[in-house]
C-alpha cells in the first residue's frame, strides 16, 4: 500500500512518480482523506468537550448542586446532543476510512527512482546473457510434442480430468518434476534460504497483503464457501507467515524458500501459449522469498537475482537477465529483473523467473514492522521474492536445450544424480 502521508505532503511529487507507470487520478483519495480526517478533528472536539462537561458536572455535584440546577441541566442536555452526534458520526467515519482503504488499495507501488521508465515489454532493458555456448544449433521438437511420444508429457488426459491447461507427468517425466524441484530447494537451502512447506489454501487477507486482491481476483481460483483461494504463489503464504508481526531488527535478514503447487486461472491470457508447459492453470514453483531491512533492500536484490540465475548456470540453461520498466512492472513492485531462459522451439528467451523488489509496499498491506534495539517506533520491513524457479518452464527448457537427435534427452549433468542416469 502507498504511504498516504508521503501522498498528502507532496502530492504533485508523488503523482509524478506515480504516474511514471501509466496515468491515475489521486484526487479522490487526497479528498477522501481530507473529509475523513475533518471529521476526525470533529469527533475528537466533540469527545473533548463531552469530557469537560463531565468534568464539571462531577465537580458541581461533589460541591453540593442539587441535581434539578439549571447548569446542570443545560450541561446534561448538551452532553446528550453530543452523545447523539458523536453516534450519527461513526458510521460516517468508518464509511470514509472503508472507501479510501478501498481506494488505496487499487494504487500501485511507486516504481523505484532506478527503474527505466517506459510504456511496456519493448521498452524493458536487457541487463546481461549468460550461456551463449550451450544454444543448440540444431532445430529440435518442442517439448511438448517430444514429451508426448516419450509417453512423458499426457495433456489430452488431464483435460478430461480437469480442462485444457492442465498436465500429467508420467514415468520419467514426474521423476524430472521431482528431481528439478529437489535440485532447486538444495541449491537455494545452501544459498541460506530456509525451507518451508507452507499452506495452499490461503485467506483473502493474505492475498490483500501481498497485492494480489483487489485487482487479480479475477486470475485466481477461489473456494468462496470457506474464504479461501488457490494459492497463485508461494510468495503469498510465505510472506504473511509474519503478517500482522513486530520483528526485531535482529531477526533479519530472514530468507525463506518454498516448494508449493500454484494456481492461476490465467484470465485473458486465452490464445497464447495453448500447448505445452508454459501457460498452466497448475503448475510447480520453487520461490524465494526476504524480509529484510531497508538500509540492505538494494543489495538483498541483486543476491535474490543472483540465486535465481544460479539455477540455470547449475542446469547449464542459456538465459537473459531483464530489468523491467515503469510500464511492465508488476502492481505491487518498486524494480524488478526477469531472468528469461532460451527456449529452441519459439527461437527466443521466455521468462522463467521473476525477482522483485517491494520495498515496504507489503509490509505496509500487512504490518509487518521491526523495531531496533533501545529505540522507539517501529518500521516496516522490505519485501523481495523470486522463483527459483517455475518448475514446468525448466522442464521445458531442459527437454528443449538438452534434446538429441534420436530423440533422446540427455540430462543436465547437475540433474544426473538426482535420476540416476544421464539419458531420459
Not at 347 to 363: L, W
Request: glycine fraction near 6%; include cysteine; hydrophobic fraction near 35%.
Amino acid at each position: 500500500m502507498i504511504d498516504l502521508k508521503q501522498l498528502r505532503d507532496d502530492p504533485q511529487k508523488f503523482s509524478e512518480r506515480l504516474n511514471r507507470r501509466g496515468s491515475y487520478n489521486l484526487q479522490p483519495i487526497l479528498e477522501l482523506d481530507h473529509q475523513q480526517r475533518q471529521l476526525e478533528v470533529e469527533r475528537s472536539q466533540l469527545q473533548a468537550r463531552s469530557n469537560v462537561i463531565g468534568k464539571v458536572m462531577g465537580e458541581r455535584i461533589r460541591a453540593g448542586a442539587h441535581p434539578q440546577d439549571p447548569e446542570l441541566k443545560d450541561l446534561r442536555e448538551e452532553a446528550n446532543q453530543i452523545k447523539a452526534t458523536l453516534a450519527e458520526l461513526e458510521p460516517k467515519s468508518k464509511e470514509l476510512k472503508a472507501n479510501l482503504e478501498n481506494l488505496l488499495l487499487t494504487i500501485p507501488n511507486l516504481p523505484s527512482e532506478s527503474t527505466p521508465t517506459g510504456k511496456g515489454e519493448e521498452d524493458n532493458v536487457e541487463v546481461r546473457r549468460w550461456g551463449d555456448e550451450y544454444i543448440p544449433q540444431t532445430v529440435n521438437l518442442p517439448h511438448w510434442e517430444l514429451g508426448e511420444k516419450q509417453g512423458i508429457l499426457n495433456f489430452e488426459r488431464s483435460g478430461k480430468v480437469a480442462q485444457s491447461r492442465f498436465v500429467t507427468l508420467i514415468g520419467a517425466g514426474a521423476a524430472l518434476e521431482r528431481a528439478l524441484i529437489q535440485f532447486m530447494l538444495d541449491q537455494q537451502i545452501a544459498a541460506g534460504y530456509v525451507e518451508v512447506i507452507p499452506p495452499v489454501l490461503i485467506n483473502t487477507q493474505s492475498l490483500t497483503a501481498t497485492g494480489q486482491l483487489p485487482k487479480f481476483a479475477e486470475e485466481s481460483f477461489q473456494c468462496k464457501q470457506d474464504d479461501l483461494w488457490l494459492s497463485p504463489t508461494a510468495e503469498v503464504p510465505v510472506t504473511n507467515l509474519y503478517r500482522e508481526e513486530v520483528l526485531a531488527a535482529s531477526d533479519l535478514p530472514i530468507y525463506h524458500c518454498a516448494y508449493t503447487p500454484c494456481f492461476r486461472r490465467e484470465a485473458g491470457s486465452y490464445g497464447r501459449d495453448t500447448r505445452g508447459l508454459i501457460r498452466l492453470h497448475q503448475f510447480n514453483k520453487v520461490e524465494l522469498v526476504k524480509l529484510v531491512h531497508p538500509q540492505t533492500s538494494e543489495q538483498e536484490h541483486q543476491m535474490l537475482v543472483q540465486n535465481a540465475e544460479a539455477i540455470l548456470q547449475g542446469l547449464k540453461l542459456p538465459y537473459r537477465v531483464i530489468e523491467l520498466c515503469t510500464g511492465d512492472l508488476g502492481f505491487a513492485a518498486a524494480k524488478c529483473y526477469d531472468l528469461e531462459v532460451w527456449l529452441p522451439s519459439a527461437g527466443k528467451y521466455r521468462e522463467i523467473s521473476s525477482c522483485s523488489n517491494f520495498d515496504d509496499f507489503q509490509a505496509r498491506r500487512g504490518s509487518i514492522r521491526f523495531k531496533e534495539a533501545g529505540q522507539k517506533g517501529t518500521q516496516f520491513v522490505h519485501t523481495l521474492n523470486g522463483s527459483g524457479l517455475a518448475v514446468g518452464r525448466t522442464m521445458a527448457a531442459v527437454l528443449e536445450n538438452y534434446q538429441q537427435a534420436d530423440g533422446t534427452v540427455r540430462l543436465p549433468e547437475a540433474l544426473q544424480p538426482y535420476l540416476g542416469r544421464e539419458i531420459l
